[in-house]
């Protein structure tokens, strides 16, 4: 059975430092890749996706990601956070080449941004 | 805005009783997903309907029930409610059906309390 593993719960980081989320998944193949951000009383927003090819991504809002197949891992990253970046942060992954957009959420990593 | 619009954004309710929470896709979109966000279970997928055809099943329980209809607008029926059935559902939409064919937009959501 395919699992998504964020193993930080809570993250605390400057404004102006970088930042860096985790994610693992346990998945049968190398399964399609997401990370989404959930502002509050917001709904998810994808910040970027992973398919194939280069493995590091590029998104919205200046973060990206690297998937590393021989870690299982798919970690999300940016330079240097703002304050609007205080959020929720969720790792999902997907079966490849499905009809469907059944994704797998991990339980994902709050981000608080101090001044 | 991502453009998929969820009735009623909060709801509060007595155990057994019946609700329904309506969604309305983007423009467009053919898709529509319905997710369950609660504290214990983290986001799951509960069920995808296409053009109006359900498409892909996930943990929903037998007490619910969604149905896409003819202008695409979809409905997530809710009975026999349980404490445990307090959590945030999202409604999502796709253009088509599946993770290559375009991104997955989520509503605000609507909040459900079962007192």
């Known amino acids: 059975a395919q699992s998504v593993t964020q193993p930080d719960i809570h993250i605390t980081v400057s404004e102006g430092a970088s930042l860096e989320l985790r994610c693992n998944y346990s998945y049968g193949a190398t399964p399609y890749l997401f990370w989404y951000v959930q502002s509050p009383g917001q709904g998810l927003q994808l910040l970027l996706k992973y398919f194939s090819g280069d493995t590091l991504v590029q998104g919205i809002k200046g973060f990206e990601a690297e998937f590393k197949r021989s870690q299982s891992s798919f970690n999300l990253r940016k330079p240097s956070v703002h304050w609007s970046d205080a959020a929720e942060y969720f790792c999902?992954?997907?079966?490849?080449?499905?009809?469907?957009?059944?994704?797998?959420f991990g339980a994902g990593t709050t981000v608080t941004v101090r001044a | 805005d991502s453009g998929v619009t969820q009735t009623p954004k909060h709801l509060i309710t007595a155990t057994g009783q019946r609700v329904t929470l309506r969604c309305s896709p983007r423009?467009?979109?053919?898709?529509v997903y319905w997710y369950q966000q609660s504290l214990d279970q983290g986001l799951q997928f509960l069920i995808q309907y296409y053009n109006g055809e359900e498409r892909a099943k996930g943990n929903i329980l037998e007490r619910f029930s969604a149905q896409q209809f003819p202008d695409l607008h979809s409905e997530l029926n809710l009975s026999s409610l349980e404490l445990g059935d307090s959590a945030l559902y999202f409604c999502a939409s796709s253009l088509r059906s599946g993770m290559n064919t375009g991104e997955l937009f989520f509503g605000e959501g609507s909040r459900l309390t079962v007192l």
């Open positions: 423009s467009g979109d053919l898709s």
């Open positions: 999902a992954v997907g079966p490849p080449l499905s009809n469907d957009y059944k994704l797998s």
